[in-house]
């Protein structure tokens, strides 16, 4: 499919077929496609200046302003955010900053685990046969079982972090149960380990709150975000305490770098979208529009609806079907996605902005191809 355009919940090929996207981007276009609020953020500030120089040598208004507005929403001590270009590349800044601050090398992360594809965050992805081609990749990152209270204990006095999906993206959007995460922060604070959680997909209100983890009553002491914060541009940010950021200014100087991470059009364009998703009811919608999709997705084909929110996977019987309904569905004009790691499952992340009219037309569509199948 060659694209010619898209806008708000639609994209639209080359033969002016309008496709309505239950994916946005896999969870990076929050607003939709070219959300006029975005659109204009973006004009004015290239019309302003692009890229200067953002090792601290130049104050630039819009990422100053999109770190401040974060610390605004965050609850304490999250109030310093480094921006980098993507969610990976944020994790591997989180990794550093963790190793750094604890002085110790091991990193524990969970089956299943995706957070990213760069070496690091390779190294602390939970599905081996991703990772073998690869190989030898970080030392001492070591796999423990999601939701899982007895595996705390692995936690110890040489553990630098614990990395976790607040909800487990390409595992098949599963929840933590019985306050695991708060478990886990409690663990990591009696060993002296940091918590770093991983907010690329549920970031930004797709879970009803800005962070999923705002649901779950703890506090990381490393936060993670991408995807969804940039209104559909590039960009990713790890956001700590000032004293435990303040690390990465000495020993060594500018202990990590990037030449367009902060990038003035880009944290313009993520700016905007964080007022619209706070000053707006964007984010009560999400709550309210998964109980509209729960309602009519209701088929002897559909197992399981995993996830939360605006962050759904329908759990099919075998993998095939889950393939013949997302083909099928996009012969039909409606965008559906894979996970990862769950071969059964079909992705439904569509943009915080999709109207209940778009829900139903694109639940009308998914129901007539598995009435079909």
Request: some cysteine; glycine content about 8%.
């Amino acid at each position: 499919m060659e694209i010619s355009h898209a806008n708000g919940s639609y994209i639209y090929d080359t033969n002016g077929v309008a496709h309505l996207d239950f994916v946005a981007g896999v969870s990076a276009c929050s607003l939709g496609h070219s959300h006029p609020r975005v659109v204009k953020a973006i004009t004015a500030q290239a019309q302003k200046y692009m890229h200067v120089m953002v090792y601290g040598e130049y104050i630039q208004r819009p990422a100053v302003s999109l770190t401040k507005l974060l610390a605004k929403h965050l609850p304490r001590p999250l109030e310093t955010t480094y921006l980098v270009n993507s969610g990976t590349e944020a994790i591997e800044g989180a990794l550093k900053l963790a190793r750094r601050a604890t002085g110790r090398a091991e990193i524990l992360y969970a089956n299943l685990a995706y957070h990213g594809n760069t070496m690091g965050a390779l190294s602390v992805m939970g599905y081996e046969q991703r990772k073998e081609a690869f190989k030898p990749l970080l030392p001492q990152c070591r796999a423990i079982l999601f939701n899982c209270e007895t595996c705390l204990e692995q936690i110890t006095n040489n553990t630098a972090a614990v990395i976790l999906e607040t909800i487990q993206g390409g595992a098949g959007f599963i929840k933590p149960t019985n306050d695991y995460l708060a478990k886990v922060k409690a663990r990591c604070q009696q060993v002296g380990a940091l918590l770093i959680l991983d907010e690329i997909q549920p970031g930004y209100g797709r879970t009803g709150k800005l962070f999923g983890f705002m649901n779950y009553r703890v506090v990381p002491d490393i936060l993670v975000m991408g995807k969804g914060m940039g209104g559909g541009l590039p960009i990713g940010a790890f956001t700590a305490s000032k004293p435990l950021m303040d690390l990465l200014q000495e020993k060594p100087k500018l202990g990590h770098i990037t030449t367009f991470g902060g990038n003035a059009v880009i944290a313009a364009a993520a700016l905007a979208t964080l007022e619209e998703i706070t000053q707006s009811t964007l984010m009560q919608q999400a709550l309210e529009k998964e109980l509209l999709l729960r309602s009519l997705l209701v088929h002897d084909a559909i197992k399981e609806i995993r996830g939360t929110g605006l962050m759904l996977a329908l759990i099919m019987e075998t993998p095939a079907i889950a393939n013949q309904v997302v083909l099928k569905c996009k012969d039909k004009n409606l965008i559906l996605f894979w996970l990862l790691f769950e071969p059964r499952a079909i992705r439904i992340t569509p943009p915080l902005t999709i109207s209940n009219a778009e829900i139903m037309e694109g639940c009308t569509i998914l129901s007539q191809v598995l009435n079909e199948l």
